[in-house]
């Protein structure tokens, strides 16, 4: 009790200091976006062509400028797409990294903007989108994740390099949350930049990943319980499965690396053991996703293909993960090579650059792109738990797609079923989902 009163004190004290800090901030970037405005406006009333000494003197200032502000500070474009849902708008600069609650209530990212947002998701359907604002104070988060039981989430600190808990405050009247507590912040363990962190569903380890070779596991309270390392040569990305059994890492080296990481029967953890391997790219994995049950994985590579696994194996019986399918993808750009796999596994987007395309796992056929998602290079791509909407960032807004490729996909299967041996019931039961898709896909014609 008394713990808890002197952290209250503390928080107070924090918060102070902090609502201090926020009103100078907010001050110096008010007056800041004023000069940008001014500099834009007399940029804007100069005439086009003014012979080259003003261009290169326009240049000169463009490129003053972007060294004054990096990529985070990039613009977010007039965007506008038949298969767009909605954009949530809210964050100032480039959202970083996003995450559904296990419950599908919130979805959370965060920005290096120094804040991290909480949006509900039932508000997505609504023109006005409330959201909860939390700063990060003195730096930003990298990354973003919800605890198992949505009641907590996890950052990773850009400056400090370092993992951050967080508890989420409730509202009075029960629904909603009002603000959240620093619960704990983990020691300074990477040296290099972490690239990935994860947490099981069984809440029983985190795991951070950091550019080098590195990937460590800790308990909740901030223990290292496991170092592993990748012999990757570098680490592109590291993912927990979503089943909590399996911790994954790819790099530089062609193969994607799975270990089990094993708790005896009183919830002890016990060892990282190797457990398969995912192969065939010729050149580095740069991205990787399970889908929701853990039984397929999709990997992007720098060759400029994708893959498909079936991960639904068991390895100690000898066997090896199957290649279901795999495909080009066009590697336009150093940045914003992503993948994800929709929920069921029948369905992934790839994103290289500023555009993202679907690709049917049966047929391996590229389905539908859409181009200039974003003002910069994409940061992250999440399917909702239902796979209906896939989320992408890039800039300060997150798109929100309807899952059009997905639809389809799901109402060609549904005809295909009816030609097998069924009963009058389970036929009739699959006629409605028919039309109702159909119904649903009539407003999307184009
Ligand atoms: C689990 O491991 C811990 C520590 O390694 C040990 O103390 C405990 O007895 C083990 N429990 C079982 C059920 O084996
Ligand atoms: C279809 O299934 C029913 C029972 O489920 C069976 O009696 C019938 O022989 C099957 N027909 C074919 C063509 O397989």
């Known amino acids: 009790m008394v713990e808890v009163e002197s952290n209250n004190a503390l928080i107070l004290t924090l918060a102070i200091g902090g ?6 901030l907010y001050f110096l970037r008010a007056a800041k976006s004023e000069e940008e405005n001014e500099q834009q406006k007399s ?3 100069k005439p086009q062509n003014n ?18 502000h990096p990529r985070s500070e990039l613009k977010a474009v007039a965007f506008s797409h038949p298969w767009l849902y909605t954009s949530l708008k809210g964050h100032s600069s480039t959202i970083l990294s996003m995450d559904f609650s296990s419950n599908g209530k919130y979805l959370i990212s965060c920005s290096d903007d120094r804040s991290v947002f909480l949006w509900p998701s039932k508000d997505f359907s609504n023109k006005e989108h409330k959201s909860l604002r939390i700063n990060i104070e003195f730096d930003h988060a990298t990354k973003v994740t919800w605890s198992p039981d949505s009641k907590a989430f996890i950052i990773h600190k850009s400056v400090e390099n370092c993992v951050e808990v967080y508890k989420l405050n409730k509202k009075s009247d029960g629904h909603g949350f009002s603000g959240s507590t620093k619960l704990t912040t983990f020691p300074k363990h990477h040296i290099d930049e972490v690239i990935a962190m994860g947490i099981s569903c069984n809440g029983k380890f985190i795991m951070t990943c950091s550019k080098s070779t590195d ?21 592109n990305c590291g993912r927990v499965s979503p089943c909590g059994r399996y911790i994954a ?6 193969d994607v690396k799975v270990w089990e990481v094993v708790f005896n029967k009183s919830g002890d953890f016990q060892a990282v053991n190797r457990a398969f391997e995912l192969q065939g790219h010729k050149s580095g994995v740069l991205d990787f996703a399970f889908n929701c049950d853990s039984t397929r994985v999709a990997t992007l590579s720098k060759d400029g293909s994708w893959r498909v696994f079936d991960t639904k194996i068991d390895y100690k019986k000898g066997e090896d993960p199957r290649l279901i399918q795999s495909g080009k993808f066009e590697l ?3 940045e914003g090579n992503h993948i994800a796999i929709s929920p069921e596994g029948h369905l992934i987007v790839c994103s ?38 896939l989320l992408t960032s890039g800039d300060r807004h997150i798109r929100v797609f309807h899952n059009i490729v997905g ?21 009739d039961r699959i006629q409605d989902q028919i039309s109702q898709t159909e119904k649903f896909l009539v407003k999307f014609k184009n």
């Not at 609502?19 to 100078?24: L, N, P």
């Not at 596991?217 to 570098?234: E, F, H, P, R």
């Not at 890492?249 to 062609?254: I, N």
């Open 407 to 427: 639809f389809k996909l799901k109402l060609a299967s549904l005809k295909a079923s009816l030609k097998s041996n069924l009963s009058s019931a389970m036929k």
């Open 215 to 235: 990937l460590v596991l800790w308990d909740l309270k901030g223990q290292i319980i496991a170092n592993v390392d990748t012999y990757l040569m570098s680490n």
């Open 43 to 45: 940029a804007d009333r």
């Open 51 to 68: 012979g080259a000494a003003k261009n290169t003197e326009e240049s000169k200032q463009i490129s003053k400028k972007k060294q004054n």
């Open 332 to 334: 336009a750009s150093q």
């Open 352 to 389: 290289t650059g500023t555009k993202i395309s679907f690709y049917s796992v049966e047929s391996g056929k590229c389905e539908g792109s859409i181009q200039d998602v974003h003002s910069g290079p994409i940061t992250s791509l999440l399917f909702d738990s239902s796979g209906d909407q």
């Open 249 to 254: 890492a790819s790099g530089f080296a062609p």
């Open 19 to 24: 609502a201090i800090v926020a009103f100078i």
